[in-house]
T-cell receptor, first 116, second 114 residues
Framework: ETGVTQSPTHLIKTRGQQVTLRCSSQSGHNTVSWYQQALGQGPQFIFQYYREEENGRGNFPPRFSGLQFPNYSSELNVNALELDDSALYLC???????????????FGEGSRLTVL | AQSVTQLDSQVPVFEEAPVELRCNYSSSVSVYLFWYVQYPNQGLQLLLKYLSGSTLVKGINGFEAEFNKSQTSFHLRKPSVHISDTAEYFC????????????FGKGTMLLVSP
């Protein structure tokens, strides 16, 4: 069983630039969530994608956007990068919804973004 | 809205000693509770989860946690820690509202020394 994979693992950008992060969900999982983890903090929910549509969003501005593809992989795009966007970006997938949704997520290793 | 409070940002302990990492949550509905571990430069790995049933939950690597509804707590324990347990530990809550959204605490760094 293939786990959640993310790319790139590390990248450096400058203020005002745009970045795209990629995520392949775990085999059989159709829901992908993105989290931002700033240094010394817990992960913060950005948004979730299900059936190629955004299905829930945290307190992040519109310059954070995403996509989900038919194979359930996903992208996170951030426009007009700011210094505070420097963080570890975690992708997590979850299995198809059953009668009881437990909320358990399976995380990738993350993409560490540094904005200079 | 739900929230999670991890009362200790850092817990130093000697190898083979017992440890407890504290977690309190607030929510207006029934919740599911999780503990995740994060080793340096890695993603999050699930240690254990409480969904329903027995309030004492056993996880991987010898960890266990007890759900206490009246105190809205979900403390993590291990009777004897190893150097390799040094990591960041995150408590998280989900309301199981139809889509999988976790709210995390700020984390507790467990530092195990010889």
């Amino acid at each position: 069983e293939t786990g959640v994979t993310q790319s790139p693992t590390h990248l450096i950008k400058t203020r005002g630039q745009q970045v795209t992060l990629r995520c392949s969900s775990q085999s059989g999982h159709n829901t992908v969530s993105w989290y931002q983890q700033a240094l010394g903090q817990g992960p913060q929910f950005i948004f979730q994608y299900y059936r190629e549509e955004e299905n829930g969003r945290g307190n992040f501005p519109p310059r954070f956007s995403g996509l989900q593809f038919p194979n359930y992989s996903s992208e996170l795009n951030v426009n007009a990068l700011e210094l505070d966007d420097s963080a570890l970006y975690l992708c997590a997938s979850s299995p198809p919804r059953a009668g009881s949704n437990t909320g358990e997520l399976f995380f990738g290793e993350g993409s560490r973004l540094t904005v200079l | 809205a739900q929230s999670v409070t991890q009362l200790d940002s850092q817990v130093p302990v000697f190898e083979e000693a017992p440890v407890e990492l504290r977690c309190n949550y607030s929510s207006s509905v029934s919740v599911y509770l999780f503990w995740y571990v994060q080793y340096p430069n890695q993603g999050l790995q699930l240690l254990l989860k409480y969904l329903s049933g027995s309030t004492l939950v056993k996880g991987i690597n010898g960890f266990e946690a007890e759900f206490n509804k009246s105190q809205t707590s979900f403390h993590l324990r291990k009777p004897s820690v190893h150097i390799s347990d040094t990591a960041e530990y995150f408590c998280a809550v989900s309301e199981g509202s139809g889509y999988s959204t976790l709210t995390f605490g700020k984390g507790t760094m467990l530092l195990v020394s010889p």
